[in-house]
């Protein structure tokens, strides 16, 4: 039997995997979540405190910040790149794409591919409508919209792994989101390093100029780390996922 090449085995494993990951459920609960905070930054934009436009930018960063890459885009990459390949690992049906005579980093990537465009959709819609209902201007509707590109890319590549390492991922993966990046990045150094909502608050203090805490990155480091960083995550998936027994 020839190989399957390279891209259409990606192009298979991302249809397959998107026809997976798109549930009801899913959909329905990640969106209020999303126009919940829409709603929260509509607010927020409409507070009127003496007028000034500054303060208004200053709230308007830090609710996206926090709200929006604190929560929505970890927490729904997460959702999505951890079932990926994580729930045909669990249930048994990731066999059937590891019989057919193709590489594995094909499948790796048409998975990744398949969280992404499943996540942005539901990240990206919700808080550019909330950095244009904000309303102080596209420097942070444009900050919002690069930091949510690069953050779900690099987090789904996480978690897409991370379902292919551990049982329970979506465990593993709030502790991660929670409690590194939450509380043990604050302390700095490596820890900071490794926290990717460091880079999406980066990419969004560059842009508005409101410092945030860990946003204190280059602009050019807060896009090409990730996204190197990205490769890398992608490429240590492929590994695991050739050295699997998943029959």
Known sequence: MSSVQPGRAAALTFGIVVKQLVTRGRLIALTFVGAVIALVAFLVGRADIDGNDVDALERGVRLISLLGFGLL??????????????????????????????????????????????????????????????????????????????????????????????KNAIVWGLLYILFWEGFVAAFGGLAAKLAIVGY????????????????????????????????????????????????
């Open 200 to 247: 999406t608050r980066s990419i969004i203090t560059d842009r508005t100029g409101v410092d945030l805490e860990l946003g204190d990155l280059p602009l050019a480091s807060a896009v090409t780390v990730p996204l190197l960083v990205t490769v890398a995550l992608l490429a240590l998936a492929s590994v695991r996922l050739r050295s699997m027994e998943v029959a």
């Open 73 to 166: 885009v970890p927490i729904v990459s997460l959702v999505f790149a951890s079932a990926a390949l994580g729930d045909m690992r669990e249930d048994g049906t990731l066999v059937y794409l590891w019989l057919r005579p193709m590489d594995r980093w094909p499948v790796v990537v048409g998975a990744w591919g398949a969280a992404v465009a499943v996540s942005l959709p539901v990240t990206l819609v919700p808080l550019a409508a909330s950095a244009i209902l904000v309303d102080v201007g596209s420097e942070l509707v444009v900050a919002t919209v690069l930091a949510a590109v690069v953050g779900t890319v690099v987090y789904s590549a996480l978690f897409v792994l991370a379902g292919l390492l551990v």
